[in-house]
């Protein structure tokens, strides 16, 4: 699977059925029962998304220039997105 952003095109590992299965569990497991996100169980969803991609530190540069924190966390929130083929509304 191929992702595009911040000018650079990345090749990540497509997920597993059992891969998916578990991030949306994580996914799930980061929104308490009012809707609110769990920062941290949110930040856990992220790792399981960098673990599945197959991305690693030396991935988050671009241009010779590294990615930041919040750039990084940008990226790994588009996989989750592609990952599962969820919306903006769900």
């Not at 569990?25 to 991609?53: H, P, Q, W």
């Not at 540069?61 to 599962?84: C, N, R």
């Amino acid at each position: 699977m191929k992702v595009k952003m911040f000018n650079k095109e990345w090749e990540v590992k497509n997920p597993t059925y059992k891969e998916k299965r578990e991030l949306q569990r994580a996914r799930m497991g980061a929104l308490d029962v009012s809707g609110k996100v769990d920062t941290g169980k949110f930040y856990d969803c992220l790792e399981i998304v960098e673990n599945i991609s197959g991305l690693s530190e030396s991935d988050y540069v671009v241009k010779d220039k590294p990615l930041t924190m919040g750039e990084i966390d940008s990226l790994l929130s588009k996989l989750l997105t592609e990952f599962l083929d969820v919306s903006k509304k769900d």
